[in-house]
């Protein structure tokens, strides 16, 4: 069966996990800690209703968006995920020929397989790049100039991995470095033929952007090592400040929660915050991104691009979004599903699905373009009085 009679998020999970070892579905699939996470960012989203405005010629909704002045197509895009070889070979460029054929943004991990330079070369105009900083603070500015000199036009800082997070799934499974697979993750793999040829066909889990700095000679498994070397690392205001005098184009924070953080971001000249619980990956009881959205919203108002991730499994999950306040949204799991079933086929339909979704709820709704979303389309479940003074 192709990857294109997937009809929704669930039907992509469900073909990944078919296709991928439990070691390596594990690691996209997992939370932290007894993984309450996961659920909670979920059941935002269902907590709002969307009321319906009829009578509107909503039939071909406009869905373009422009972000830090520039026009994209949809207002989502594809959210760092690092470790992407793992599930398909080559899928961090699968996914940018993705984002490119749709007119999105994407954004490669600190943690690719692919280089700046490569993702550059394939879409030049849609990718950004998100930084982790490192111990050695000459590497992290490093990729920063390595990122201008590529031309990109978005420079993502992830703040939220101020240490190792307690990923239950991975250690049960001996996903770690050095990798040591569990007897049974291994006997596992055995069942996902598929999976293992083109693995070990394929350059497989490498980190080519950190060949430059590791020992001369080291071999990809060495580069890895060096990489793991130098993270987790402290990541502070200090840092910001360096890294916005080094870089001239857009700024992002991946992470901030607070809308304290929030503001004070907004003061060192950062331009877009991406107000993410890292799919609930990092802190357990980390509040759902969409419970602080109106926080931060009110907190920074327009001095600063308020975006979101976490948790989106449905369009109509991106309108809610987009109607509590965030200018855009990112989706993690959704297009890394789709690219680990499915390879590049799997990529382009994941980010054709999330269209069309959007497409459908913004047409039932009566929004004819983005613009029209805003908090009067929303209702809190037992929310019945607001609904009673809104306006006519
Ligand atoms: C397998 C995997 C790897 C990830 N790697 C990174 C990463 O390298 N950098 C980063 O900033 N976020 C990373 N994330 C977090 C995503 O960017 C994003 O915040 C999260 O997936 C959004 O939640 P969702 O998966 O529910 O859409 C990763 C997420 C997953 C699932």
């Not at 207002?75 to 398909?88: D, K, M, Q, S």
């Not at 080559?90 to 943690?111: C, E, T, V, W």
């Not at 590497?139 to 703040?159: C, P, Y």
């Not at 602080?292 to 976490?310: E, H, N, Q, W, Y």
Request: aromatic share 8%.
């Amino acid at each position: 069966m192709g990857i294109e009679t997937a009809v929704n998020f669930d039907d992509l999970r469900r073909a990944a996990k078919r296709r991928l070892p439990k070691i390596a579905f594990d690691f996209i699939e997992g939370g932290v800690d007894g993984e309450g996470g996961l659920p909670h960012n979920e059941r935002a989203f269902a907590k709002h209703r969307l009321v319906p405005r009829y009578l509107i010629d909503a039939m071909k909704p406009d869905q373009s968006t422009t972000l830090f002045g520039r026009t994209y197509a949809h207002p989502f895009g594809i959210a760092p995920t690092g470790g992407a070889a793992l599930f398909r070979a080559g899928a961090d460029l699968m996914l940018a020929k993705a984002a490119r054929a749709a007119d999105i943004p994407f954004i490669i991990s600190g943690a690719s397989t692919a280089t700046i330079e490569e993702v550059a070369e394939v879409a030049p105009a849609h990718s950004w790049y998100q930084l982790y900083n490192a111990r050695d603070r000459a590497i992290a500015d490093d990729m920063v100039m390595r990122t201008e000199r590529a031309g990109l036009s978005t420079l993502v800082l992830t703040v939220d991995v101020p240490g190792h997070s307690n990923r239950e799934r991975n250690r049960r499974n001996g996903f770690a470095r050095p990798m040591k697979p569990s007897l049974y993750a291994k006997v596992e793999a055995l069942a996902h033929p598929g999976w293992l040829a083109e693995y070990y066909s394929s350059p497989g889990l490498t980190t080519s952007n950190w060949v430059k700095y590791a020992p001369p000679g080291a071999t990809p498994n060495e580069v890895l090592d060096f990489m793991s070397g130098q993270h987790p690392c402290a990541f502070t205001w200090d840092d910001v400040i360096r890294i916005r005098k080094l870089w001239p184009r857009t700024l992002v924070l991946k992470g901030i929660m607070h809308p304290a953080d929030a503001t004070r971001a907004a003061t060192l000249g950062v331009d877009g915050l991406m107000i993410s619980n890292h799919g609930a990956r990092q802190l357990d009881r980390a509040p759902s991104p969409l419970e602080v959205l109106p926080a931060i919203r009110d907190a920074v108002g327009d001095k600063v691009t308020v975006m979101f991730d976490s948790g989106i499994r449905r369009g109509a999950d991106i309108i809610t979004a987009l109607s509590l306040g965030a200018k855009f949204a990112f989706v993690g799991r959704w297009t890394l599903y789709g690219v680990a079933a499915g390879g590049q086929a799997g990529a382009t339909h994941a980010v054709d699905m999330i269209r069309k979704e959007v497409a459908f709820v913004m047409t039932q709704m009566g929004a004819p373009d983005i613009a029209a979303l805003g908090p009067d389309f929303l209702m809190w479940d037992n929310d019945a009085d607001r609904m009673r003074n809104r306006r006519p």
